[in-house]
């Protein structure tokens, strides 16, 4: 079983930059694809970025392309999401997640079988 820990949420302005983590602790994290996913206010979850086990190979949403990076540092268990030029619409809870998603399921939340809690992120104008 895998346990996930998200951390770094906060209430920023905009074009602020803001790193969250997400720790693993349990099974064996450099087995899994990684990814992020948010909700923002009345809105469903959707995704945001993911990266193969290695970490070679991350796929973006088009509205955080460029913006957003997603890294894992398998070492330590733990994955990060680098998300710089903060727009008040990536206000949202944060969640990382793992799971043994493929090219054609990465961006899929039904890929994906282990959850964090979630980290708010809230962009002010």
């Known amino acids: 079983q895998v346990h996930l820990v998200e951390s770094g949420g906060a209430l920023v302005q905009a074009g602020d930059s803001l790193r969250l983590s997400c720790a693993a602790s349990?099974?064996?994290?450099?087995?899994?694809?990684m990814a992020w996913f948010r909700r923002a206010p009345g809105a469903e979850r959707e995704f945001v970025a993911a990266?193969?086990?290695?970490?070679?190979?991350?796929y973006y949403a088009d509205s955080v392309k460029g913006r957003f990076t997603i890294s894992r540092d398998n070492a330590k268990n733990t994955g990060y999401l680098q998300m710089n030029s903060l727009k008040r619409e990536d206000t949202a809870v944060y969640y990382c997640?793992?799971?043994?998603?493929?090219?054609?399921?990465?961006?899929?939340?039904?890929?994906?079988?282990?959850w964090g809690q979630g980290t708010q992120v809230t962009v002010g104008a």
């Open positions: 997640a793992l799971g043994r998603a493929i090219t054609s399921t990465i961006r899929s939340q039904s890929a994906y079988n282990h």
């Open positions: 349990g099974d064996s994290f450099r087995g899994y694809s």
């Open positions: 990266t193969k086990p290695n970490g070679g190979s991350t």
